[in-house]
Nanobody
Framework: QVQLVESGGGLVQAGGSLRLSCAAS????????MGWFRQAPGKEREFVAA????????YYADSVKGRFTISRDNAKNTMYLQMNSLKPEDTAVYYC???????????????????WGQGTQVTVSS
């Protein structure tokens, strides 16, 4: 059983920054690609970014490319999402998740992820 716990959310003004963390249990963290998704009220869950198990491959949604950076520290079993130049439309609950798919072809699809965290709220005020 894998447990994922997000932290780092909060309230920030537009143009500000936040760094989210996702701590994972288990000893096989580096074997799996990981992703970030978000869900705003009344909207479907959407892909944000993903990273390979080794950390050498990343993939971003167009809406966050150039503003968000995904990374991981396998020694700490932790994944991060550095969010800069935040906009009010980035407001959502952010979730981290694990996928067994090693190819970035699959990373944008929420149904390809098998374990999910409980989410952390990010609110960007205008």
């Amino acid at each position: 059983q894998v447990q994922l716990v997000e932290s780092g959310g909060g309230l920030v003004q537009a143009g500000g920054s936040l760094r989210l963390s996702c701590a994972a249990s288990g000893r096989t963290f580096s074997s799996y690609a990981m992703g970030w998704f978000r869900q705003a009220p009344g909207k479907e869950r959407e892909f944000v970014a993903a990273i390979s198990g080794s950390g050498d491959s990343t993939y971003y949604a167009d809406s966050v490319k150039g503003r968000f950076t995904i990374s991981r520290d396998n020694a700490k079993n932790t994944m991060y999402l550095q969010m800069n130049s935040l906009k009010p439309e980035d407001t959502a609950v952010y979730y981290c998740a694990r996928t067994v798919y090693g190819s970035s072809y699959y990373w944008a699809a929420a149904r390809k992820y098998d374990y999910w965290g409980q989410g952390t709220q990010v609110t960007v005020s205008s």
